[in-house]
Every structure is written in C-alpha cells, then in structure tokens.
C-alpha cells in the first residue's frame, strides 16, 4: 500500500484540489514547481543551514527515564519544543518562505489559531524581510493575546477574521480571500497539511526532517532505526505528519494519532474529526470533516487551541481509513493531567497539543521493551495562563 | 431540444442582466416571491444561491447573507420543497450556484435528478475542478440535461478558457478581476484586455460577467465587452432596506436597467 501523495495529489480518496478557478493559476504554479525547487542543491543547501544554526535543528531525542518506568516501556521524546518560537511550526515556514521567494513572491499571508504558526511565519518574514498579513479569528485573538504580541513585535500585521465562528476556519478563509485578492505577488503558507494540493504533501515533506532525525538518533541511541510506536498528536496534523512520514511505509511501526475529544466524544463539545467527521471539502481538501446532515462545517472545541480544527490533513484521513494509523482521542482533562505528570517527572512544561499525545501513552498497550518516541511538538509557554488557572497556582 | 438557457443565449440579445441571490435571504420563505418579483422586472437569468458556512470565493456581503439563511433554516432539500412547482409560475432561466460540500451530502446525482425534475437549468459550483467534472460528472450533467457553468479569470490561461469552452453548453462566467464577489473597486469592469481577449478567442459560449458589477455604470460597461452581467453583492444589500420586499427588487432592478434601450 502506499501512504505518499499520488501524481493528482490524492492519498487513496482524500486530498485533490478543490480551487476555484480564481486560485487555480497558483495552486498550479505551486503544484508544477514545488517538487523542483524543494530538490535544488541550493534550495537544500540554505534549508539545512537555516534549519541548523537558526531553527536550532536537529531537536535532541530525550530518553525520558522517570516516564518509562511510569508507563513500564521506553519513552523517548522528541524535543520539537526545543525549536525556536517553540514549535515544529517554524520547520514548515522556512521551507515555504524560501520557495516563496524563488517563485518571485513578495507578500506572505497565513493563517494561525493558537498563534504558533503566525509566530513561526512573522518570524522568517522579519529574518527575510518580507511582508507579512496573518488572519486570526477573533476569538483566537483574544484567548492568545502573547501569540499576538509576538506577531506584533516582530512587525507583521496581525488580521481578525470577523467572520463566520472567528476561530482557525474563518482565518483560513479570510487568508484564502486575500489569496484571490492578490494572486500576483502574493504567497500563502498553509500551517498544516491541509488546503489543496500541494500544500498537505508540501508541508508534510517540510515537517518530515522529524522523523528523519528520529530514526538517525533511535539507531544510535537503541542499535534500531525503527521505533515500536511512534504517537503524535493531531488536529491538522503536520507535526504527526512529519514524525510519521518516514516509517509510513514499514508496517512494524506502529502509528498512533491522537486527537482532541474535548470534554468528550459524545458530549458536543469535541474536536475528534475521525470520530465524528463525514467526507467532504473543507478549504480545498476532499477529507474528513466534521458537518451537519446538510454539509454546513460545524465549530468544533479543544481545550487546545492548535487541535480545535473542524477537518483533519488528506494524508491522515488516509491513514484513518486504511488503518494504517490507529486514532485515539484525549480529553481536555486527560490532557491536563499529562501536562502535570511531564512537568513533576521530567522538568518539562509541554504544550496543551502535545499533552494530548503525552496522555495516550497509557492506551498503546506498549510492552516494557517496546521503544515509544513521543512527538512532543511544542513547548507550554503559551498555555501557562490556562495552566496556572486549571492548577489553581495563581498568588502563593 | 433546446433548454431555456440556450433559447436565452440564442437570440442574439445583448445587455442580459443575471441577478443572484441566497436562498433563504432574508426571511427563509423569501425565495419564489423574490424569483417571481425578478422576472417581472425584467431581469433575463436568475443564479439562487445555496448558503454555505465557509463560502471561500465571496465577501462579505454574500457570506453575511449565507449566515442568515442557514441560521434561518436554508438547506437544499428545503430550497427544494420551495422550488418544487416553479415552473407552472416562470420560465425564466435559474442556475443553482453554491459549494461542492452541500451537494455532496445531498449526493451528486441525486441532486442532479432532482434539480431537473424542478426545471432547474444549469449549476454553478465554483469549487468544483475541472478536472473531476469531466471525469466523474459531465455524463451524469448530460443526463439530466443540466449546464454545468464554469469561471474563468483574468489569470485563466488561454488554453484551459478553451478547454473550459469545449465543456461548457450555455454560456462562461467571467470573473471580472481577481477578487472574492462584493468588491466595488474599479478595477473590475476596466479590465479590458482581458475583457477583449476573451472575446477574440471565438469561443463557442458567450461570457457574461460577473464580480463587482453594482450600479448601471458598472452593469453597462460590462455589457459592452460580454453578453451581460451579473449583479449579486449589491442585490442583496438592495434587499435588507427598509420597504417590501417586492418594492426594493423592483427599484433596485430599475436602478440598473432604467433609460436603457434594449
């Protein structure tokens, strides 16, 4: 079976390009060019020194010894939250940012929830000195005021999306209209491996270098370059996309995608898309996708910010449906209570995204010798306000 | 035998005004008052909308309006039910336009057989490729004697507009400039190279165009370059004044047509 993006950018029945006609000229430039320029001996040469001495590559993998003999396997972690701006995010934005350049854009435009990505993207734009629009909801706005600062600070202009929910969707659409707007110098990078093709395979190949290092770092750290598990935490789904990219192919590693039930699957309140999602179109993807009977796209809820997403990447509806990937879906409670566990056992504050992964480490079944990496994709700096909240550790 | 849209098309007319509007907008049964007030105004093509939450391709305006019609009670098989028996009141040419999603959780060929049972003409689905139309719908089209109408740009490059063309039986909607629908800029309507270069192709269709088209000058310096234009955005802001429903179609209808000699 194969798990890779085919030539009319499907994964089995999910992924394609549902455009219309007025971004057809640029999903088609990207989708003619993307492949040629990403293999550039110096478009390689300026990723991997940009990814080294300035993202801070390659993340240690961190053999997590008080939370093995917790979970009684071998956990290892794989230090996403290390990156700089805190996420795998930014692995994404200077792959796309340098494309963007050699297509001769501009004006770079994204969207963001939580803020990572528009963090990750303001970032690159100041160091490449390139203009930068970012759509946010208005709700996200509000709920992640240090994101927006941050965005703020490193002179990108920061977009509401007043439409709609005002939450991640409506940034992408906004950041989707602005696309139709400005097609000549404009780029838009996507966050996730969402949107249409080539954006899910785009972005995954970018976030790949994860399990690429992962499996340079098992063979050694263990004498093995495969791992028995390797868990991620979805909502697009490009972190899990990358720690998952290179073993798609080599059924012994067992993939585990974890996605937020929010305060539960059945309570409304959710955003576990291969539960509850139907087949559909959602920004320019044939994927799974939560919807009314009559294909309204319904809001979902996440504790987390960076999984509240209503669809989920081509790539992992694919592995959904195939069950290639098993998918597992995390509370917010659950979620909190493994962002308090890493904290006491490792030193670690990881982000609410990553917690959910974190937090399925008790449902795998892993045996005692069985080798688990842990994509810990971001790091909880941003979520402190909630945390201090939940804990109770505000005032002494 | 020929279809409405085609006998429209045919007769050489120049200066056809299309009006779209979303279903369910304002008030959830206002869709056959609002078809019926059109045609008697004298308006040649009417495109009903189906609300969609995440409508990518348009403003504002329009996604203000899907809002209201969903939250109102819009869906397709109520649009439907509305629909059902329109053809013993008009004749007027109606194209469904809207996104894929909805269609394909009514699924596509039941949608199909059920919009020709009504006497619907022809389907707009902006975000449905080109591609997946010829491979998995254009028999299904032909079968229920529906037009599927496609959108090209100023960036649509020569060859796919021809391509478009061969896969088109009624007529190309012509975005006028790179924009979502409500902009009011005038750069829509002044893009004429692009306006001339398409109607020097020789195309088998006849364009109208449609995106920023608002007022009489807008509506008419389109026609002068494509066989009408479409007004949707300003319609439906026609739409939300005060007065009757019939009294603001009305004067906004006459607003767009009046002084000109057909």
Redesign the interface.
Do not use: F, L, T, W
């Given at each position: 079976m194969k798990y890779t993006v085919d030539e009319n950018g499907f994964y089995g029945r999910f992924g394609?390009?549902?455009?219309?006609?007025?971004l057809?000229?640029n999903v088609e430039e990207l989708r003619q060019n993307y492949l040629k320029i990403m293999s550039a001996p110096d478009f390689q040469e300026e990723l991997q020194g940009l990814l080294r001495d300035y993202v801070g590559r390659p993340t240690p993998l961190y053999f997590a010894k008080r939370l093995s003999e917790k979970y009684n396997t071998q956990v290892y972690l794989k230090r996403e939250d290390l990156n700089h701006t805190g996420a795998h995010k930014i692995n994404n934005t200077v792959g796309q940012v340098l494309l963007a350049k050699r297509l001769g854009k501009t004006r770079i435009i994204a969207e963001t929830g939580a803020g990572q990505h528009g963090v990750a993207t303001a970032t690159v734009c100041a160091l490449m000195n390139l203009e930068c629009i970012v759509y946010m909801g208005e709700v996200d706005i509000k709920r992640q005021a240090p994101n927006v600062a941050r965005m703020k600070m490193l002179g990108a202009t920061v977009v509401p999306a007043t439409?709609?929910s005002r939450t991640l969707?409506?940034a992408t659409?906004e950041a989707?209209?602005d696309w139709?707007?400005?097609?000549?110098d404009t780029y838009y990078i996507i966050g996730s491996v969402v949107g249409p093709h080539p954006y899910p395979d785009m972005v995954a190949r970018f976030q790949s270098v994860i399990s690429e290092e992962m499996k340079a770092q098992l063979l050694e750290k263990t004498g093995q370059e495969n791992p028995d598990y390797v868990v991620a935490c979805v909502g697009g789904g490009s972190n899990a996309a990358g720690a998952f990219y290179h073993f798609l192919d080599t059924p012994e590693v067992k993939l585990v995608a974890v996605e937020a039930a929010g305060l539960g699957v059945d309570s409304g309140e959710s955003a576990a898309t291969s539960v509850l999602g139907?087949?559909?179109?959602?920004?320019?993807s044939r994927t799974l996708l939560m919807?009314t009977?009559?294909?309204?796209?319904t809001e979902p809820y996440s504790i987390s910010a960076g999984l509240d997403y209503p669809g989920v990447g081509p790539l992992h509806a694919h592995l959904h449906q195939s069950g290639r990937a098993r998918f597992e879906s995390i509370t917010d409670e659950e979620a909190l209570q493994a962002v308090l566990e890493l904290t006491r056992l490792e030193g670690i504050i990881p982000a609410l995204e990553s917690a959910h992964a974190l937090a399925a480490l008790g449902r795998i079944g892993a045996k005692p010798e069985d080798v688990v990496v842990v994509n810990l994709s971001g790091r909880g700096d941003k979520d402190l306000t909630t945390y201090l909240d939940r804990f109770g550790l505000h005032g002494n | 035998m020929a279809t409405r849209l085609q006998r429209l098309f045919g007769q050489n007319q120049q200066g056809l005004l299309s009006v779209y509007f979303t279903a369910g907008y304002p008030k959830l049964d206002d869709t056959v008052p609002i078809i019926l007030e059109l045609e008697k105004s004298g308006v040649d093509l009417i495109e009903v909308g189906m609300p969609f939450s995440d409508p990518l391709a348009d403003g504002p305006t329009i996604q203000q309006s899907s809002e209201v019609a969903i939250r109102n009670g819009m869906t397709i098989p109520k649009l439907f039910e509305q629909l059902q028996d329109i053809r013993q009141h008009t004749q007027i040419p109606l194209v469904l336009m809207g996104y894929l999603n909805p269609v394909m959780q009514y699924g596509v060929e039941r949608f199909l057989q059920k919009a020709s049972e009504i006497g619907i003409d022809g389907l707009i689905l902006p975000d449905l490729p080109l591609a997946d139309y010829v491979r998995e719908y254009k028999p299904l089209f032909e079968q229920y004697g529906l037009s599927n109408v496609f959108l090209v740009t100023p960036q649509t490059p020569e060859q796919r507009i021809r391509e478009i063309d061969s896969h088109s039986n009624s007529f190309i909607y012509m975005v006028s400039s790179a924009s979502v629908t409500g902009s009011t800029g005038s750069k829509g309507v002044s893009n004429t190279d692009y306006f001339q270069r398409v109607a020097g192709m020789g195309l088998r269709n006849p364009g109208i165009i449609g995106f920023g088209i608002h007022d009489r000058d807008t509506f008419t310096q389109a026609c002068t370059h494509a066989r009408g234009a479409i007004i949707g955005s300003a319609f439906i802001k026609a739409l939300a004044k005060e007065g009757s429903l019939q009294d603001n179609v009305r004067t906004f209808i006459q607003s767009i047509r009046e002084n000109e000699k057909v």
């Open positions: 394609g390009a549902y455009v219309p006609e007025m057809y000229p439409s709609g969707k409506d659409n989707i209209r139709i707007n400005n097609p000549e139907k087949e559909g179109i959602i920004h320019g919807q009977d009559d294909g309204q796209v | -």
